[in-house]
């Protein structure tokens, strides 16, 4: 039977071939433009109408506009007592958050009072004059002139555009060189003149012939010094030149401390090193007290801190910074404001949301992670959270009365450090700012720039030392006999000891010997396999147990890497049987939040195992309940060793002894 190709099959049938689904735009509109083909016997349901009762007086409700003027009453200071009222005109009227960036605008729905919305305005930053509506208004009024008051060089730039005469046609550099290279021709008819002598006189003169001789002048003979006069000129002389013990003499062995400028426009150094004898007086009902004696810095800070200025406290690590933070954040409680406390990572707003809250009560936290009691009075969060907020618009920008920024030096960081400007720039101008750093080293140019930014003077406080010793150690062991080498290298005051990387140096060599006398001499792998890497693991650790040295945090650089270490460890058991007991009781309450499929992956399983041999992990790929039972354990000392892979840029404050 021949084939029928599609274009043959189509020919035969009269109406084309059939349609898979009918057109369902062709279908309505034959539907509500030919009434005609409206079914005849079934016309009940072939136009349906709903009444409606009508209410006329509807229409006289309308919404009424916002009052310009509000009562507000006069009262007796002393005794309460209502005097008078008074009519105060409003400035702000109607301004709502979508079309106005002021603090007198009217408030939000409750949804958006704490995350904001992205349709609303920001509230006008601090430092910035602010334009009313008068002056908007002048400045849509004032005519332009096209023709002559339009910019043709930018601003900043050197240069820009030039125009021909038309105000159309550009000028390019190529047309105005061609210009100035090609000359036009003289008209036809127009006769040239020259001044022969003139040319003349010009030549003469060049060659001097025309020049008037100059009278020389009298030369004024030296006066002379006669051989009588040499006494007196030897007395000025002795006059003049100090005698030897007169003249100072620079002592080299003794240099003396050069101090750098103390302040400037925008910022100023407090002086830590007298005591302040009358903080007392200055402050008699503080805001929160602690059970031990304030150091100097954190009184010069809470000080400052009751006079409602900027502060920045630039200390050394464990100096006692959080003093300064949670005084600001007592005060707000005592004045019914409210306060936020950023930190640049998740892990350190956790640990912060435990400790303010046994202290505060009435704390909340807002991360990717966790949002908890976000009306709360004092919030927690991450930087990125806040600057969300400031641009949505935030209803909490209103109370705000103080921003705790923990390790600000992370403004400096390459791909974030923008997140902490934005938020300095945005933030209103009735909010505090609190600082808290212990790696800036130019700390007065950096708080001369926040000042110069917020049009308000920020006080640096800082302190002399470190009170914590920091050594740097260098561990060479491999297990074994050699699980003890471990040479100090940099001392607390910074000194470097060079017998110890003698001995380093040295034991180093060792070792590299007995590997060639033993295998030959083929140098020894620089980086190690990972049986003995393991043994080089359990040596280290084991060597800090027995010098009494964890907890300890380990940093590698990669996840991979941190997950390898730690299996490796799983012959190491740092935990007795009362902290297992504790673990294990106190990771079965928190997994309980998880579905019970969630509570069989194998992340979970692998993690539990870990933590009863006193052993952690805390990276980016570990679940945000794991990081949290991490954390805590690690707080209450069960955790002995912990595993982490960080950028070497910001450390939590944990109980750790090594690094």
Not at 240 to 254: A, Q
Not at 300 to 326: D, P, R, Y
Not at 596 to 622: A, F, T, Y
Request: proline residues 7%; aromatic residues 8%.
């Amino acid at each position: 039977m021949p084939s029928l190709d599609s274009e043959d099959y189509e020919l035969q049938l009269p109406f084309g071939p059939p349609p898979v689904l009918p057109d369902v735009q062709k279908q309505l509109k034959e539907y509500l433009l030919c009434p005609d083909r409206l079914p005849i016997h079934d016309y009940e349901h072939a136009q349906q109408f709903w009444p409606r009762e009508s209410n006329p007086r509807s229409l006289y409700h309308c919404d009424v506009s916002s009052s310009e003027t509000v009562l507000k009453f006069d009262r007796d200071p002393s005794t309460g007592q209502l005097l008078d009222f008074r009519e105060v005109y409003l400035s702000d009227v109607g301004t709502t958050a979508k079309n106005s960036m002021s603090l007198t605008r009217a408030p939000g729905p409750m949804s958006e009072a704490t995350r904001g919305s992205a349709n609303n305005f920001p509230f006008w930053p601090g430092g910035f004059p602010e334009s009313s509506l008068q002056d908007v208004q002048l400045e849509e009024d004032t005519d332009i002139d096209f023709d002559n008051n339009l910019l043709v060089v930018p601003p900043g730039f050197n240069c820009g555009v030039e125009f021909r005469p038309d105000n159309r046609t550009p000028v390019t550099k190529e047309a105005i060189k061609a210009e100035e290279s090609v000359k036009m021709p003289e008209e036809e008819g127009n006769e040239v003149v020259v001044n022969l002598m003139e040319l003349l006189q010009r030549e003469e003169d060049f060659l001097g012939l025309w020049k008037d001789e100059i009278p020389k002048k009298q030369e004024t003979p030296c006066p002379k010094v006669y051989l009588g006069k040499t006494l007196e000129i030897d007395q000025e002389l002795d006059q003049l030149v100090p005698k030897e013990d007169i003249i100072p003499v620079l002592n080299i062995s003794e240099t003396a401390t050069v101090k750098g400028p103390t302040s400037s426009q925008w910022a100023e150094v407090i002086d830590v090193s007298e005591p302040v004898r009358d903080f007392h007086q200055k402050i008699p009902d503080m805001a929160k007290t602690w059970d031990f004696e304030l150091d100097i810095f954190q009184k010069q800070a809470i000080l400052k801190l009751e006079e409602h200025s900027n502060v920045f406290v630039a200390a050394h690590t464990s100096a006692g910074k959080t003093v300064v933070a949670e005084y600001a954040i007592a005060l707000s409680q005592r004045n019914k404001t409210r306060a936020v406390y950023t930190s640049p990572i998740k892990a350190l707003s956790n640990q912060k949301y435990r400790d303010f809250k046994n202290t505060f009560g009435d704390v909340g936290l807002i991360t990717g992670d966790f949002q908890i009691n976000q009306t709360a009075s004092c919030l927690i969060m991450t930087t990125e959270i806040l600057r969300s907020m400031l641009y949505r618009g935030s209803e909490v920008c209103r109370d705000l009365e103080y921003v705790i920024f923990d390790e600000v030096h992370y403004i400096n960081d390459s791909e974030r450090g923008h997140v902490w400007e934005e938020v300095l720039i945005l933030l209103p101008k009735h909010v505090s700012i609190v600082m808290l750093s212990a790696t800036v080293p130019n700390t007065l140019e950096f708080a001369g720039w926040v000042g110069r930014t917020k049009q308000k003077k920020m006080f640096v406080i800082s302190t002399p030392k470190r009170p914590v010793p920091l050594q740097h150690y260098l561990y060479t062991g491999s297990g074994g006999k050699s699980k003890s080498e471990m040479f100090l290298l940099l001392d607390q005051d910074g000194r470097f000891i060079d017998q110890g990387y003698a001995a380093a140096v040295a034991a180093k060599k060792s070792r590299e010997t007995s590997f060639k006398s033993s295998y030959g001499p083929k140098n020894p792998r620089s980086q190690l396999n990972p049986k003995q890497e393991k043994t080089m693991w359990v040596g280290l650790i084991d060597h800090l147990r027995k010098e009494d040295k964890l907890p300890v945090v380990a940093f590698t650089l990669s996840r991979n890497r941190c997950d390898q270490t730690s299996e490796s460890l799983t012959t190491v058991d740092l935990t007795t049987s009362d902290d297992k007991h504790r673990i294990r009781t106190f990771f079965q309450q928190c997994i309980q939040r998880l579905k019970e499929p969630d509570r069989l992956l194998p992340q979970v399983v692998k993690m539990q195992n870990l933590l009863m041999q006193g052993i952690g992990i805390h990276h980016s790929g570990i679940l945000p309940i794991l990081k949290e039972i991490v954390e805590m354990l690690f707080q209450e000392g069960k955790v002995k060793v912990r595993m982490k892979h960080f950028p070497w840029k910001v450390f939590e404050r944990l109980p750790d002894n090594i690094l």
